[in-house]
């Protein structure tokens, strides 16, 4: 079990948030949700909520309605320093996840606030009650071992990832940040091995095909001399590596698809 004592969130959770809140709405409210994703994007957030609104008039109750606009308020918070706004975005994420207990992106942005707010333990139990709901989805796994590895409990955090893997042996995200993990902690061979697990599982994932590359090509002279140590390849990426808006199945992000 994770500690209770978590303390502040890196800017890449921030990322997962931006890229995670462009999961869309219904048909019939395809346009306005689509204006609504692409003014998020140009950070007029302001335009966003009022499309996202709009979308919500039109298909009231709608979890991904709910979800967007807590993850539009939960990104101008941020930015323009604004508490109001970040207790909006908490509420509603606990309106879409009061009509869809197990919205992935939900789960994942509600944590993200709740740690950002100094209320880790709160993290930690929506994480769980995620978890124990959906044993056979690997995200729920996955988004503990990320919030494990954010404060420093690697080896707890492996082990999510292990049990996610254990779930969906061939899940690309699990697999990526297990590589990125073992990488990081100077594991190259396993890393290599995930990386390349998880680039068979996803070919379009060119950061991954580079990783593999480079770890390949250190790997290569130890098995015609063993005596020699690898030659150095890239320094190990920082925490998970590359978001997921750069890692195709990377850790998870909801598409950013405006349905």
Same mark, same amino acid.
Not at 140 to 165: S, V
Not at 190 to 201: D, F, M
Not at 217 to 235: E, N
């Given at each position: 079990?994770?500690?209770? @004592?978590?303390?502040?969130?890196?800017?890449?959770?921030?990322?997962?948030?931006?890229?995670?809140?462009?999961? +869309?709405?219904?048909? /019939?409210?395809? #346009?306005? #949700?689509?204006? +609504?994703?692409?003014?998020?994007?140009?950070?007029?957030?302001?335009?966003?909520?009022?499309?996202?609104?709009?979308?919500?008039?039109?298909?009231? +109750?709608?979890?991904?309605?709910?979800?967007?606009?807590?993850?539009?308020?939960?990104?101008?918070?941020?930015? =323009?320093? @604004?508490?109001?706004?970040? @207790?909006?975005?908490?509420?509603?994420?606990?309106?879409?996840?009061? !009509?869809? *207990?197990?919205?992935?992106?939900? #789960? !994942? $942005?509600?944590?993200?606030?709740?740690?950002?707010? +100094? !209320?880790?333990?709160?993290?930690?139990?929506? /994480?769980? $009650?995620?978890?124990?709901? @959906?044993?056979?989805?690997?995200?729920?796994?996955?988004?503990?071992?990320?919030?494990?590895?954010?404060?420093?409990? /690697?080896?707890?955090?492996?082990?999510? =990832?292990?049990?996610?893997?254990?779930?969906?042996?061939? #899940?690309?995200?699990?697999?990526?940040?297990?590589?990125?993990?073992?990488?990081?902690?100077?594991?190259?061979? /396993?890393?290599?091995?995930?990386?390349?697990?998880?680039?068979?599982?996803?070919?379009?994932?060119?950061?991954?095909?580079?990783?593999?590359?480079? =770890?390949?090509?250190?790997?290569?002279?130890?098995?015609?001399?063993?005596?020699? *140590? *690898?030659?150095?390849?890239?320094?190990?990426?920082?925490?998970?590596?590359? $978001? *997921?808006?750069?890692?195709?199945?990377? =850790?998870?992000?909801?598409?950013?698809?405006?349905?």
């Amino acid at each position: 079990m994770l500690p209770f @004592r978590l303390r502040r969130v890196r800017c890449r959770w921030v990322g997962l948030v931006v890229t995670a809140f462009t999961a +869309g709405c219904g048909g /019939l409210i395809r #346009n306005d #949700n689509a204006e +609504g994703v692409r003014l998020y994007q140009q950070g007029n957030y302001l335009g966003a909520v009022n499309h996202f609104q709009q979308a919500l008039q039109q298909q009231p +109750g709608s979890p991904d309605c709910f979800y967007n606009l807590g993850a539009t308020y939960h990104q101008q918070a941020k930015l =323009l320093g @604004r508490p109001d706004d970040m @207790r909006t975005a908490e509420q509603y994420y606990h309106l879409c996840l009061s !009509r869809n *207990p197990d919205h992935p992106a939900c #789960n !994942r $942005g509600l944590a993200v606030l709740l740690v950002e707010t +100094g !209320r880790g333990g709160d993290a930690v139990a929506l /994480l769980d $009650g995620w978890s124990r709901r @959906r044993p056979t989805d690997p995200d729920p796994q996955i988004e503990l071992a990320r919030l494990c590895q954010e404060h420093g409990d /690697l080896r707890e955090a492996e082990t999510h =990832l292990i049990d996610a893997l254990a779930i969906a042996p061939g #899940n690309p995200r699990a697999l990526v940040a297990l590589g990125q993990l073992r990488e990081a902690t100077g594991d190259t061979t /396993l890393a290599l091995a995930n990386y390349s697990r998880a680039l068979a599982a996803d070919g379009g994932q060119p950061v991954v095909a580079s990783r593999v590359a480079a =770890l390949g090509a250190t790997q290569a002279p130890v098995t015609r001399v063993a005596a020699l *140590p *690898p030659p150095g390849g890239f320094p190990p990426p920082s925490g998970w590596g590359p $978001g *997921p808006a750069q890692i195709v199945g990377g =850790l998870p992000a909801a598409p950013p698809v405006a349905r």
